[in-house]
């Protein structure tokens, strides 16, 4: 696994542009940057690594002998939400792609969607076995979605099984390892992810807010607004001592 720091300055938007930046204060927050990275640049280590978002959709609760349903993905943090066409209710695996695929074909999630990067785990269908919705291809880049299925007009609603999140989708979070990793920031409880809404109190200030500078403090929180979530960013902004 890489360093928070490496990875941060390999892969920022904001921080990558430091190092040619004339302006004294980035060039300071940069040049700060690298000589932590040369004392040791700590592990970028879960929970701030990306993680694919994985839902399973389980197996119908009912015998059915006939009915379609539909497949609702939401990508909460990019406005995107789309609802399949009818779904056969034994439809098997190559069927659910197809159509998860066509409903989100044109949409920009982190890029314009590429058929499969939203990947279906089928063996049999659904009146058999769970099947396994994974956001894990380049223009979804692990995100956090919301995944609901809803009868076609005739299919009992008892029947569909309500799908659950395995894995919670995020995405690397360097800029936040490192606030955490210097004691500028604790996580109250898990990182939040991609598409759910953080609150100040999911944070409080650490023991030692002031191991780092504070205009990279300033600077770190700067590219979680612009990498991972203004929300998030504006979360972190408003805990006491932050950043001064």
């Known amino acids: 696994m890489a360093g928070a720091i490496a990875t941060l300055l390999t ?14 204060n980035l060039r300071h927050t940069y040049n700060e940057l690298v000589a932590l990275q040369g004392l040791g640049d700590p592990t970028l280590a879960a929970p701030y690594l990306k993680a694919s978002h994985v839902e399973t959709i389980p197996a119908h609760l009912d015998t059915i ?7 609702t993905i939401n990508f909460p943090n990019y406005g995107v939400a789309v609802t399949t066409g009818n779904i056969a209710f034994d439809a098997a695996e190559a ?4 159509a998860i695929d066509t409903a989100l074909d044109t949409q920009v999630i982190v890029a314009t969607y590429n058929a499969g990067d939203v990947d279906v785990a089928l063996t049999g269908n659904l009146t058999e076995n769970a099947a396994t919705i994974t956001a894990n291809g ?8 919301l995944v609901t299925t809803a009868n076609a ?5 008892d029947e569909l099984a309500t799908p659950v999140a395995a894995t919670v989708g995020t995405m690397n979070r360097p800029a936040e390892a490192i ?4 004691n500028c920031i604790t996580p109250a409880a898990a990182v939040t992810p991609q598409g759910l809404t953080p609150a100040v109190a999911d944070y409080v200030t650490g023991d030692n807010p002031l191991s780092i500078s504070p205009a990279l403090k300033a600077l770190l929180i700067s590219e979680v ?13 408003a ?6």
């Not at 002998?65 to 539909?70: D, L, Y």
């Open 65 to 71: 002998a006939s009915g379609n349903f539909t497949v």
């Open 225 to 237: 607004e612009a990498s991972e979530n203004a929300v998030l960013g504006a979360a972190l902004r």
């Open 179 to 182: 606030l955490a990793i210097y």
């Open 239 to 244: 805990i006491p001592d932050c950043v001064e």
């Open 153 to 157: 007009g005739d299919l009992d609603a």
């Open 11 to 24: 892969t920022a938007k904001t921080i990558s542009k430091v190092a040619t930046d004339m302006r004294a």
């Open 95 to 98: 069927a659910i792609q197809t």
């Open 138 to 145: 380049a223009t979804v880049n692990g995100a956090y979605m």
